[in-house]
């Protein structure tokens, strides 16, 4: 039995001697890499694309880190294959952040200038890595139909129902949102109040509780959603007469591939019910990570009619 | 298709083994390894009759029991035979006298006197229970000494010996730690004889260490992949800070603990959420207590233990992996008596006694200090209270030959952290059961009925964490009757049903504070069982059977049933030497929600199986040996094959909202476990080495899951010191846990308005580049605790102090790095740990 405990004290150590290789670490080799983003944007001259570093913090605490990852003296373009644009390396100093970031702007480009084409962007970075993404600008024009109402009536039981001209669907996320102004001390800003998404009715069916980019070409708000919003209003300003009402905006925004996956990606990591721990990561850039996307916003205004201001008096609506 | 090989596989044996035994015995004598068909020479002269037949049993390696008073006084025989079987010769030798040869099994013979009809037999059936307190001896052997055949309890002390010749004989119980004890039983031809075993526990030194089925005495017992553990076994491993049934079953080779801060394990390379633990047959879905730190069994109800590391019998169901079997004891059924225990974590009482003729027991347990757990979470405060209480009413005859056992348990847990910014967590299980064990009183026939419900809830509350808060409760009903019918050959046939209706409800909840319940419905299963366990023959024992669902939990509809085939098969090749196999399939309807790549799931909400997926299956292949050395020497070897289908995975590619949460995928594991036991008295010493490989499958990712690890080996040493002293020392060693390494991070675009696309510096945040999903492994894990104990008898009082060394040489395992810092969190440090209990 002697022999049997030594033997079971030599194991022991023996393993304990075999395992003691203790070397561990939760990083690996560096990554080296780059993160490029560029929203091209249907309703504006002015373009943006940025152009981010991996970095290695000191352990893994990546929230503290606060050096300048923002890349300088890259070449961005972007081309339709016959027109091709360069970026502007510009330098700025950042206020929140406390340093001076880079970035790249396009002054007096309007996408629509490639519309219905394939537009190609190419960041070549000083270590002379080339990243690539492409997307296409094809807004369509969208002509809202005929039968919205230029003055929207008071009936509750009604709906402001939106039906496009365009053939067949496409993808798009609505909003309606209810101007105002608000007079402060003499001061007058100007405000707007979004009737929340979910309160809309579309033609596919169920939506998410955050704005989505589905296929459709119909979709309405009823009317008592958008008078519960007015009320809210109402309700939270006081006194309620220094409020004007103006009108409402109606519209919708499009982007495209994979902008709104990205988009929807984050919202639901964040917003929605999901209890994963990291989302999923959503890239179109070649040899790097980040988006190349364009987007859209088509709107238009509409009207409170007179009868409104029998439930609203409180309220002054200006249109009247 | 995989079914489909299962079936054809079970239908191959079931058809080899017919044939087996439609086969005339000694028609094909040479080349089995069936001692009967061996063939000998014999050469006798002028021999006693007596002589000459133990001169055959000792030549052909058989056994012949028979009473000298049958034979004529001082009658010699001669014979000269060669290339006879035993059989023939002893047939020979008795020709001229007025008795028969009787097979008991194949190489087992008794000589009757003519007048007995061989065929004519009868059956003993004995209650084993303790002495002191009438509390059922499971696993216990009994074996009639003129036969040398015998049988082992069922988990109610229960055994049944068929096909027995009419006659007188000895019939011997014997169980760890208890007197042996003997009773003659007069077999009369076509009736059941009923005895009553009540054992002495052994006053002078029990030798408890031993595990109570290592002998079995039936040597072709379908037991592939089971382990039987005695009460007394977990008392003398060290304990930690509290006695845990969990952590004993991390001693066995092919479980692997998920580290010293859980009581969750992991079996043959399946997460811990594929385990089931039954208490009195009831469901109890969260069994841990702290964070998954304890079990919430408080050990002093229970009176047995089954573990079933996979390919478990048909009677069971609704695991992928394991089934751990709990049966609580009854209480005392002849005196009043109580308990106290303290530990450095929690105080405990029971108090059983006789009640109206049965018994009652009840049992408490409650955290009053939670300072020591600060050790286990990097110094932490961890502000939880937990409590644990059964009952128990137990009526042993409350019909002729009905045992009604009427149980309830309740465990709480709550987590109240001071600060408003961490979230706080509750969590409750109620269990209610009945349980009617009927035994027919004229035939070998038993009836078990179960009615139950299990419920658990559990809540995160978010307060001002990052916590997403969620609300969880499943309500489990069920009914099942299971029949157990045992045949003169000894084969024994079960039938059963079960109908079980499950709610559960799962509400999460988003930023905006709208809650939605991701649960399925509610929903109904009916299924039935039927197996038959062909044990006729001393060294072959088969056991094959289907579970049929007709419905799924997630519809409760017709057509939307599966089935669950089961073999499991021991072939003894010799005393010594057994070979087994297994194969089944099992489902699991009933899962959690939890994210695999995290080390702790705080909270791991239980619901059925969405609609939208198949229910999990598992196609388990197990193949073992064991070999018995010496009667202190037995090892076993098994290798094991674990497919899983539709395993409902989280999804990881989750992008909307509306996308569903689980996917199907699917895992591999496999591997080969080793175990020894060398028990000569006093000591024992113990080994258990695993090696095993899993992977998984999901969403077209192929990893290995963090679950994958690939050794494990376990050593135990323990000494009866005598005097009341006892020591053990235990060694465990696992090889790392697979991790994912960070390479390094990037900006990510956290866009929450499209409407504003420009100046995107705001709203960057850190995103962690992994590396190789899983690829690298924490470093080994391993530690060496000691424990002494010392039980004192003061009059009416005992006490048992009890002293135990955690990690004796202060290893530094890792339990977590912090993703946010890359901070190394340990596990225990050394920690010396006491209790005291009282007993009256």
């Not at chain 2, 609300?471 to 050959?489: E, G, T, W």
Request: charged share 20%.
């Amino acid at each position: 039995m002697k022999n049997m405990i030594l033997s079971f004290i030599l194991l022991s150590f023996g393993f304990l001697f075999i395992s003691c290789d203790d070397t561990f670490s939760p990083k690996g080799e560096f990554q080296e890499g780059y993160t490029l983003y560029c929203v091209l944007d249907g309703n504006s001259s002015h373009q943006e694309a940025y152009l981010l570093r991996n970095y290695n913090p000191e352990g893994l605490n990546a929230e503290e880190y606060n050096l300048d990852r923002t890349v300088t003296g890259a070449q961005i373009k972007i081309s339709n294959g016959s027109t091709e644009l360069q970026f502007d390396d510009t330098t700025e100093f950042n206020e929140s952040l406390g340093y001076s970031v880079s970035y790249y702007k396009i002054e007096n480009f309007i996408p629509s200038a490639f519309l219905n084409q394939t537009v190609t962007i190419t960041a070549q970075t000083p270590d002379g890595k080339l990243l690539t993404g492409n997307t296409n600008i094809d807004t369509k024009h969208i002509n809202f139909s005929a039968s919205t109402k230029k003055e929207l009536p008071y009936d509750v039981s009604d709906s402001l129902r939106i039906l496009f001209l365009s053939d067949g669907l496409f993808q798009f996320t609505p909003f309606l949102l209810i101007n105002y102004r608000e007079i402060i001390n003499g001061d007058t800003s100007y405000n707007k109040k979004e009737v929340p998404f979910d309160y809309a009715e579309t033609s596919s069916g169920e939506i998410s509780i955050y704005p989505d980019y589905k296929l459709r070409n119909r979709y309405s708000y009823p009317i008592a959603n958008i008078a519960y919003e007015l009320k809210k209003i109402a309700n939270a300003k006081n006194p309620a007469d220094r409020i004007k009402i103006l009108n409402l905006t109606l519209g919708i925004l499009q982007v495209t591939n994979p902008l709104d996956i990205y988009y929807k990606t984050y919202k639901t990591f964040s917003d929605g019910f999901s209890i994963k721990t990291q989302e999923p990561n959503i890239t179109n850039i070649q040899n790097a990570n980040g988006i190349f996307a364009f987007k859209s916003i088509s709107s238009i205004n509409i009207l409170f009619r007179r009868d409104w201001n029998n439930y609203f008096a409180n309220l002054a609506l200006e249109q009247l | 298709m995989k079914k489909l090989i299962l079936f054809s596989f079970i239908l191959t044996l079931l058809f080899c083994s017919y044939s087996y035994s439609q086969t005339k015995r000694g028609a094909d004598s040479i080349g089995t390894n069936s001692k009967i068909f061996n063939v000998y020479s014999y050469k006798i002269t002028e021999m006693p009759i007596e002589d000459a037949l133990l001169y055959v049993a000792n030549k052909s390696n058989v056994s012949v029991a028979f009473s000298k008073d049958i034979f004529p006084k001082n009658k010699k025989v001669s014979l000269e035979i060669e290339n006879s079987t035993a059989k023939e010769a002893i047939e020979t030798l008795i020709r001229n006298t007025n008795t028969n040869l009787v097979s008991i099994s194949q190489n087992k013979f008794v000589v009757i006197e003519k007048m007995k009809a061989p065929e004519e037999t009868g059956s003993i059936r004995g209650n084993v229970t303790d002495s002191t307190s009438g509390e059922s001896l499971a696993f216990s052997n009994a074996y009639i000494k003129e036969l040398n055949t015998g049988a082992s309890t069922n988990d109610k002390g229960i055994f049944i010996i068929t096909a027995v010749p009419p006659g007188e004989y000895t019939v011997v119980v014997s169980f760890v730690g208890y007197m042996q004890k003997e009773l003659k039983a007069n077999v009369v031809s076509g009736k059941l004889t009923q005895l009553d075993f009540r054992l002495r526990p052994n006053s002078i030194e029990i030798q408890t260490v031993e595990k109570v089925g290592d002998r079995l005495a039936e040597s072709n017992a379908t037991d592939l992949g089971v382990e039987r553990i005695s009460i007394k076994d977990l008392e003398k491993l060290p304990q930690g800070v509290e006695t845990d049934i969990f952590r004993s079953l991390q001693y066995l080779p092919g479980v692997k603990s998920t580290g010293d801060v859980s009581a969750r394990f992991f079996v043959r390379g399946s997460p811990s959420n594929q385990n089931v633990v039954l208490l009195n047959n009831i469901p109890i879905y969260h069994p841990y207590h702290s964070l998954g730190m304890f079990s919430s069994i408080d050990p002093e109800m229970i009176n047995n233990i089954e573990f079933y590391k996979g390919g478990y019998p048909v009677e069971y169901t609704g695991a992928l992996s394991s089934i751990t079997k709990l049966i609580s004891k009854d209480g005392n059924k002849y005196s009043m008596s109580s308990k106290a225990q303290i530990s450095m974590l929690t105080a405990k009482a029971s108090l059983e006694g006789p009640i109206g003729g049965g018994s009652f027991l009840l049992t408490g347990r409650k955290s009053y200090n939670t300072r020591i757990l600060k050790y286990f979470l990097d110094d932490k405060n961890l502000p939880i209270d937990f409590f644990d209480a059964s009952m128990s009413l137990s009526f042993p005859n409350l019909f002729p030959g009905g045992n009604v056992k009427i149980f309830g348990y309740f465990s709480g847990d709550k987590l109240d952290n001071a600060s408003p910014k961490e979230a706080d967590f509750k969590w409750a299980n109620k269990l209610f059961g009945l349980n009617w064990f009927q035994i027919s009183q004229e035939s070998p026939l038993f009836v078990e009925l179960n009615f139950y419900y299990s419920g658990f809830e559990g809540e995160a509350i978010q307060n001002l964490s990052s916590i997403r808060p969620q609300k969880n409760s499943i309500d489990d009903i069920s009914l099942d009757v299971n029949l157990r019918y045992v045949y003169d050959s000894k084969d024994e046939l079960d039938i059963g049903f079960k109908i079980q209706e499950v709610r559960s409800y799962l509400e999460v909840q988003n930023l905006a504070g709208i809650t939605k319940d991701i649960s399925g419905p509610k929903g109904t299963n009916i299924d039935f069982f039927s197996n038959y366990k062909f044990l006729r023959y001393e060294n072959i024992g088969l056991d094959f059977g289907t579970r049929i669902n007709l419905t799924r939990l997630a519809t409760g509809k017709k057509g939307s049933g599966f089935f669950e085939p089961r073999l499991i098969s021991t072939f003894r090749i010799s005393d010594n030497v057994a070979l087994k196999f297994g194969a089944g399939l099992f489902t699991q309807e009933i899962i959690t929600l939890s994210d695999e790549d995290e080390l702790i799931n705080i909270f791991e909400p239980w619901f059925i199986t969405p609609s939208y997926l198949p229910p999990s299956h598992a196609l388990h292949l197990t193949a073992g040996i064991d070999l018995k050395f010496s009667k202190d020497l037995i090892m076993d070897v098994e290798v094991y094959k674990k497919d899983l289908s539709d395993f409902a995975t989280l999804n990881d590619r989750k992008i909307e909202d509306i996308d569903n949460d689980l996917v199907a995928g699917s895992g591999l594991s496999y591997g080969i476990e080793y175990q020894l036991d060398y028990s000569p008295y006093p000591y024992r010493f113990h080994l258990g080495y695993s090696l095993s490989y899993a992977e998984k499958n999901a969403n077209g990712q192929n990893y290995r899951p963090r679950y994958d690890s690939r050794h494990s080996l376990n050593m135990a040493f323990e000494y009866n010191i005598g005097e009341g002293w006892y020591a053990s020392i235990t060694w465990n060693y696992y090889s790392g846990l697979p991790f994912t390494q960070i390479l390094g991070f990037r900006d990510q675009w956290k866009i929450d308005n499209l409407f504003e696309t420009g100046n995107i510096f705001n709203n960057l945040f850190p995103y962690a580049i992994s590396g190789e999903r899983n690829a690298q492994r924490l470093p080994d894990y391993h530690r060496m605790d000691l424990n002494i104990s010392k039980n004192i008898e003061l009059g009416f009082m005992k006490l048992y102090f009890d002293l135990s060394l955690i990690n004796v040489y202060n290893r530094e395992n890792i339990f977590y790095f912090e993703k946010t810092t890359g901070k190394r969190v340990n596990m225990l440090p050394f920690l010396p740990t006491a209790s005291i209990k009282a007993e009256i």
